[in-house]
């Protein structure tokens, strides 16, 4: 099956810096999102981008699914950023959901 | 919407007790998914729904878990007997077809 590879594993920012998180996948894809995890646990979606790009406030992402890669952009980023960042695909084919291991972020006040 | 709806939040169980877990998607949306998600494996899908029909459950661990789903508006994901290691959080997840899918707020399931 598919793998989905996230980078870095763990990320610690001052609040006001800006971030890039990375996606790979090894295989093509019908669909990629990414999902912020807060401190409660709940994943809440933040795009929904299988190509492209897109921009919601202070965050944007990218896809390239010729290249097999997602990068999510999180600028001056504030304490209420941390949390964990997923990316999650989706088999061609299919609808089999595979997530990454997500990126641990925590932003200092 | 009230989004995803899923119950208990918290379920704390002894081994062995059978344990069920409920789940109400997002009126319309036709797809529904079971996740599971535990420190050492991340998230994990376990099954998924088409139009009520369960579509693939390859993810299922073992024969003690069964999931179904009677209606468009309603599911279940069932464990018995209930064993230590299923402790976890446990996610439901909706979608409108291929599009994004909107996940509830889990249930934490405790097997002591």
């Known amino acids: 099956g598919i793998q989905v590879e996230q980078s870095p594993p763990d990320l610690i920012l001052q609040e006001g810096a800006n971030s890039t998180l990375r996606c790979n996948f090894s295989?093509?894809?019908?669909?990629l999102q990414w999902f912020h995890q807060n401190p409660w646990g709940q994943l809440i979606n933040l795009f929904y981008?299988?190509?492209g790009t897109k921009q919601n406030g202070r965050l944007s992402a990218t896809t390239v699914a010729t290249e097999r890669y997602s990068l999510l952009y999180i600028s001056s980023s504030q304490t209420t950023d941390s949390g964990v960042y997923f990316c999650?695909?989706?088999?061609?084919?299919?609808?089999?959901?595979?997530f990454g291991a997500g990126t641990r972020l925590f932003v200092k006040a | 919407d009230a989004g995803v709806i899923q119950s208990p939040r918290h379920e704390v169980t002894e081994m062995g007790q059978e344990v069920t877990l409920r789940c109400k998607p997002i009126s319309g949306h036709d797809y529904l998914f079971w996740y599971r998600q535990t420190m050492m494996r991340g998230l994990e899908l376990l099954i998924y729904f088409n139009n009520n029909v369960p579509i693939d459950d390859s993810g299922m661990p073992e024969d003690r878990f069964s999931a179904k789903m009677p209606n468009a508006s309603f599911s279940t994901l069932k464990i018995q007997p209930s064993e230590p290691r299923d402790s976890a959080v446990y996610f439901c997840?909706?979608?409108?077809?291929?599009?994004?899918?909107?996940f509830g707020p889990g249930t934490r399931l405790t097997v002591t």
């Open positions: 999650a695909v989706q088999e061609t084919g299919g609808f089999k959901t595979i």
């Open positions: 997840a909706s979608s409108l077809s291929l599009y994004e899918q909107y």
């Open positions: 981008i299988p190509s």
């Open positions: 295989d093509s894809v019908n669909n």
